[in-house]
């Protein structure tokens, strides 16, 4: 799947389809480059927000030190793509069938790291690793507070830690959180870092991630390295938690308004099979860039409904709109293509090659 270059004007676009700024991705990759840089910490950007590796190869050479992949089948289309530097996977690998391609990967991947939160896994990924006489790198992911997996207590991560420095073919690299933001983090890490210290356990690496982090990486200085993803596109959701403005926002869903049943209602051709119902903290399902006005009251598959009863100017059957999604990562997840803008006009087609890549 090669990226195609291409000339034509975005107003060409067949519609619903999935378009991206380029001047504001380059601008939101050399930003959160500087930021993460100046703050004395190394980028590890996530690339499930775009799951295209033009773009990963757009933050490496921005001077990101590797990628974030959530799931194997990320990893494999990355390397097959020929990103083969440094990647983190942060996502629990249970099973032999994953362990088997985890191990494929090795072999064709710089340095390859995994994260565990427990003895199975750990377990699993040593296994595996003898099995192909190989070493491992692995960061224990911590839960701070966001209520996900990951370990507890500062204690519960040194006795893991422990048991991964005695496992065969694994090397304990270090901590990892999702997000820093989470309330408990400062505490947990400031605590880990003074047990494992005692204990005279190294913690090389201790990975934090979360765009909206990004605004508070002082406040965590025992860090040593970043994962932001959403940064690269932005959303409803960033521009809501005040990590973003609406002008660093790259993606949009252009849609055409194919019916106005009521003075104040618009349906669009972009539903939940493109937008989806993500919402999380947000209201609503998108925001309408030309129209701010108008509220994407709802959405059935392949229907929008504007509401657009607080807009003085109205769109008409036939108008082309630009919705900013609640979430940007998933919708890289809905479509096979996304569009790459400069001035109007479509300079790129990538193939989203890690789109439903979620084994
Ligand atoms: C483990 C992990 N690291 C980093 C990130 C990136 O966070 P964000 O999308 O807020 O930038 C995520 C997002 O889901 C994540 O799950």
């Given amino acids: ?38 703050c004395g ?69 710089k340095r390859l790291a995994v994260v565990a939160d427990n003895e199975v896994v750990l377990r699993g990924l040593s296994e595996a690793a003898r099995r192909h006489g190989r070493d491992l790198p692995v960061l224990l992911e911590c839960d701070s507070g966001f209520g996900r997996n990951g370990l507890q207590t500062p204690d519960e991560a040194l006795d893991l830690a422990k048991l991964a420095a005695q496992l065969p073919n694994l090397r304990f690299d270090g901590l990892l959180v999702f997000p820093n933001t989470a309330p408990r983090t400062k505490g947990f890490f400031e605590a880990a870092v003074s047990k494992f210290e005692a204990a005279g356990v190294p913690l090389p690496i201790l990975s934090g991630g979360g765009t909206p982090a990004l605004n508070a990486l002082e406040d965590y200085p025992m860090m040593t390295e970043h994962r932001a993803g959403t940064y690269v596109y932005n959303d409803v959701m960033m521009v809501h938690s005040g990590a973003a403005r609406w002008d660093n926002c790259a993606m949009t869903v252009r849609t055409t308004v194919v019916s106005r049943p009521t003075a104040d209602r618009a349906i669009v051709d972009a539903g939940s099979k493109v937008l989806t119902r993500e919402q999380y903290y947000v209201e609503n399902f998108g925001r309408v860039a030309e129209y701010p006005d108008a509220v994407v009251a709802n959405l059935s598959e392949e229907h929008g409904m504007l509401d657009l009863s607080a807009c003085r100017d109205k769109p ?42 979620v084994t």
């Fill in 41 to 109: 910490l190394v980028n590890r950007p996530h690339v499930k927000t775009h799951k295209i590796p033009a773009i990963a190869q757009k933050q490496i050479d921005a001077g990101a030190v590797g990628i974030t992949c959530q799931k194997l089948g990320e990893v494999e289309a990355f390397v097959e793509a020929g990103v083969t530097g440094d990647i983190l996977v942060t996502f629990n690998i249970v099973g032999d069938l994953k362990t088997e391609r985890l191990m494929a990967l090795v072999p064709r991947v």
């Fill in 1 to 38: 799947m090669k990226p195609q270059k291409s000339r034509s004007s975005v107003a060409d676009l067949d519609t619903p389809a999935v378009t991206i700024d380029l001047d504001r991705v380059d601008e939101n990759i050399a930003r959160v480059q500087r930021r993460i840089e100046g």
């Fill in 316 to 357: 008409k059957v036939g108008d082309v709109v630009s919705i900013i999604p609640n979430h940007c990562c998933v919708v890289s997840n809905m479509v096979d293509e996304v569009h790459g803008v400069r001035d109007g006009m479509i300079e790129v087609v990538w193939p989203v090659a890690a789109r439903g890549k």
